[in-house]
Structure formats: C-alpha cells, structure tokens
C-alpha cells in the first residue's frame, strides 16, 4: 500500500516527495478530478492525501470518495499556508455531533 498526494503547490509535493512519497501538482478543478480517478484506479495506492484547497474545488467529488470508495482512504491534508479550520473547530464538531460543551 501506497500514499500519493495531490497539492496545488510545489513546496508540498517537495515536502513529500523527500519523504518518499509521490504527487502531482493540480490548479484547476478538472485536473483535480482527472489525478484523483488517476489514483482510485491504482489498487497499489492505498491513501490519498489532497490539500484542503484543492478538495473545496470539488468537494462534491471528495464527500463521495470518503463515503462509497473502499480501497483507498482520503485525507485532506492542510498546505503550507496551514489549515481552512477555525481554532475550535474539533470542540464545535463535538459540541454539534453530541451536545457537550467541551
């Protein structure tokens, strides 16, 4: 099992490639979608990890994958301009799922 990346910068696919692990750069929403089929039909991928930029382009396309795909997990991943979530965004998740305040 293996991990790929898809990032919309350069400085990350560096960062992971250095950690052994391949990616290709996307910037639009079609070459979003055209590296993700790319990847969910590769059986020896077994994680891939997308940066939160690129998955709100489609997020449509990446609730689906994490709700029906089973051969490959999906985690997004934040960049180097760090996260899209709020500071209290885990405490606010609990508070909304269960109602406690936390």
Do not use: C, W
């Not at 039909?41 to 891939?48: F, K």
């Not at 930029?53 to 999906?74: D, M, S």
């Amino acid at each position: 099992m293996r991990f790929f990346v898809v990032s919309d910068n350069t400085d990350t696919l560096t960062g992971f490639r250095l950690a052994g692990i391949d990616g290709v750069r996307a910037l639009t929403p079609e070459a979003v979608k055209a590296a993700v089929s790319d990847v969910i039909a590769n059986p020896d991928i077994g994680v891939l990890l997308i940066t939160e930029k690129l998955a709100a382009q489609v997020p449509e396309l990446i609730y689906e994958l994490k709700l029906k795909l089973t051969g490959t997990l999906v985690v997004e991943i934040p960049d180097r301009h760090g996260t899209g979530r709020t500071p209290d965004s885990i405490t606010r998740y609990i508070r909304e799922a269960i109602g406690i305040k936390v």
